[in-house]
């Protein structure tokens, strides 16, 4: 992917006629677990990494809001005074209209704009590309500088333009990345600390390459199940369930709700882990909380339990659990950093002969979050 100074150029090229642009930047995330608790207003605790979006914009002075993406080849344009109107066409510029609608429903005052878009986050690898591309977005159009403003934003546009029913861990974590560290956020009352990482360990994610269908409609129905759970336990969320409590639910709803509470005191124990720099226990709890995420909430796949599975065999690594949404994307692993090459070469080929496809192997380097990178 193009750095600043030669999205710079590619820019010219573009927009022949446009002025200098600026250049913003939003990163990719990995979460270190705590999965599918932040819309259950629970703990999250995920990294900014060393993969991101940027985005290049100048003014148009015409009155349009021009996108083009290098990474799709493809762009496309709206009259400014339309987008207040606007519904979304299905497809990427969803959420370009997304960010430019909510900006206008806060009252931001959106000018016209031509903007290429770049991003070496993999398209539905479970690391976030979408809210990268959002955050990267909102700050290009003018949005607010305050990070949690800005993924709230970013969220509120994903939810209420693009219709995905997501929480906030995605948007504030590229908002809020930290330079070597990872973000404990409480989703509940949006209180983050910065988690620092015992030394000598590599978080590395491996990406399956595929995304099945079934995940947008099975995030949904997990977000109306926790509702169901909730409302019959009469709380306003599951972050509010206790264990023990969970008996007037049964069937899928106390499976439901049963990841969620036991994933939550994952998230505490595993902070408490860290400081003190108990690899091992760090490594078990991520290895159940993706066994939770696999039998009781129901999100994993065959494909991200062989990578889970077949990385835990390799000496040196501590755990490793589907990471994201599911149904696909991404696994992330604990490993010794002197395990990297062995991780990579059994994840490689082991996964290459079971499926026919090699997966994308990342070794994360936890990164700041969105900023201004040009001039
Ligand atoms: C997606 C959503 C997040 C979160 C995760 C699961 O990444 O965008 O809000 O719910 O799935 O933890």
């Known amino acids: 992917m193009a750095g600043a100074s030669a999205l710079v150029e590619q820019f010219a090229r573009r927009y022949p006629a446009s002025g200098t642009p600026r250049v913003w930047r ?27 979006c940027r985005v290049a914009a100048a003014p148009s002075n015409d009155g349009f809001l021009r996108a083009f993406s290098q990474q ?13 109107h606007a519904s979304p066409a299905g497809d990427w510029t969803d959420r370009v209209v997304g960010i430019a609608w909510e900006l206008f429903r806060r009252g931001f005052d959106v000018r016209g704009a031509n903007l290429l878009i770049d991003s070496d986050v993999p398209l539905g690898s479970g690391l976030s590309s979408s809210a990268a591309l959002g955050v990267s977005l909102a700050l290009a159009l003018g949005g607010p500088r305050e990070p949690l403003e800005l993924a709230q934003l970013a969220r509120a546009a994903e939810m209420d333009f693009v219709g995905v029913p997501c929480g906030i861990m995605d948007q504030f974590i590229a908002a809020s990345g930290r330079e070597g560290a990872a973000v404990l956020l409480d989703c509940r009352s949006l209180d983050s600390r910065v988690v620092t990482l015992p030394s000598g360990i590599a978080i590395v994610t491996a990406n399956s390459m595929v995304k099945h269908q079934l995940g947008d409609s099975a995030y949904r129905t997990r977000v109306e199940e926790c509702a169901a759970a909730s409302r019959t336990l009469g709380i306003r969320s599951l972050r509010d369930a206790e264990l023990a409590k969970l008996g007037a639910l049964d069937g899928i709803l106390l499976k439901r709700a049963r990841h969620v509470v036991t994933e939550n005191d994952r998230v505490e124990r595993f902070v408490e882990a860290s400081e003190a720099g108990n690899i091992a226990q760090m490594g078990r709890l991520m290895n159940e909380s993706h066994a939770s995420l696999r039998d009781d909430y129901e999100v994993s796949c065959e494909e991200l339990d062989f990578l889970a599975e077949t990385a835990r065999h390799v000496e040196g690594v501590y755990g490793a659990r589907m990471v994201g949404g599911g149904f696909g994307g991404s696994t992330v692993n604990l490993a010794r950093a002197d395990a990297v090459g062995r991780l990579e070469d059994a994840l490689k080929t082991k996964y290459r002969d079971a499926f026919g496809r090699t997966p994308e192997v990342h070794v994360c380097i936890a990164s700041a979050g969105a900023s201004e990178i040009f001039p």
Do not use: C, F, K
């Open 26 to 52: 939003a990163p990719g995330r990995v979460n270190l677990i705590g999965e599918h608790t932040d819309y259950n207003l629970g703990l999250v605790l995920p990294m900014a990494i060393n993969l991101a």
């Open 72 to 84: 799709l080849g493809a762009g496309s344009q709206w009259r400014i005074g339309d987008i207040p």
